[in-house]
T-cell receptor
Framework: SQQGEEDPQALSIQEGENATMNCSYK?????LQWYRQNSGRGLVHLIL?????REKHSGRLRVTLDTSKKSSSLLITASRAADTASYFC????????????FGQGTTLQVKP | NAGVMQNPRHLVRRRGQEARLRCSPM?????VYWYRQLPEEGLKFMVY????????ESGMPKERFSAEFPKEGPSILRIQQVVRGDSAAYFC????????????FGPGTRLTVL
């Protein structure tokens, strides 16, 4: 079964609104990462948060991590049509080999 | 600094043929990972390599699939005797020496088996 599971599976919002995506995982981790994938393209790394961090910001992105609940959230503020993509969380499962375990992803549609 | 490069971007094979997918990591990166993405799904880890070494192949199917990362040249993911179920997007990622940490992904190779 997937280590990371995103919720919701699909999200549709208007430009300017905020988008929140959640990710749950099962095992202990060293870090958790969020990636974006535009349709038919490769993955773009957005942000990495370590297990000893609770919150991290990067531009319009805000990521939180709650290791006690084994969950993370990605908030995109003031969304733009260009944010339309699939978003994946990935954990390393406390592995030292770097093997990433991805969730199924959240498909975000931002309507202009 | 060029990113991770993969070729070909699209590959069409008939059942029973061989598929070779190439990945050139970012300059200075010595860790290479291969992932497979089936339609409408997330990425699944296949194999992790360093130069001339397979570190973790726990995600590789037991038969027909192999990977290498030679001292010189790109990493190769090889699929022998392809079947329709092998149709997927195959992504390569690389990370710098000193720790896996952030992985930088290539654009992927989309394999279609007819």
């Amino acid at each position: 079964s997937q280590q990371g599971e995103e919720d919701p599976q699909a999200l549709s919002i208007q430009e300017g609104e905020n988008a929140t995506m959640n990710c749950s995982y099962k095992t202990s981790i060293n870090n958790l990462q969020w990636y974006r994938q535009n349709s038919g393209r490769g993955l773009v790394h957005l942000i990495l948060i370590r297990s000893n961090e609770r919150e991290k910001h990067s531009g319009r992105l805000r990521v939180t991590l709650d290791t006690s609940k084994k969950s993370s959230s990605l908030l995109i503020t003031a969304s733009r049509a260009a944010d339309t993509a699939s978003y994946f969380c990935a954990t390393d499962g406390s592995s030292n080999t770097g093997k990433l375990i991805f969730g199924q992803g959240t498909t975000l549609q931002v309507k202009p | 600094n060029a990113g991770v490069m993969q070729n070909p971007r699209h590959l069409v094979r008939r059942r029973g043929q061989e598929a070779r997918l190439r990945c050139s990591p970012m300059k200075g990166h010595s860790h290479v990972y291969w992932y497979r993405q089936l339609p409408e799904e997330g990425l699944k880890f296949m194999v992790y390599l360093q130069k001339e070494n397979i570190i973790d192949e726990s995600g590789m199917p037991k038969e027909r699939f192999s990977a290498e990362f030679p001292k010189e040249g790109p990493s190769i993911l090889r699929i022998q005797q392809v079947v329709r179920g092998d149709s997927a997007a195959y992504f390569c990622a690389s990370s710098p020496p000193g720790g896996p940490d952030t992985q930088y992904f290539g654009p992927g190779t989309r394999l279609t088996v007819l």
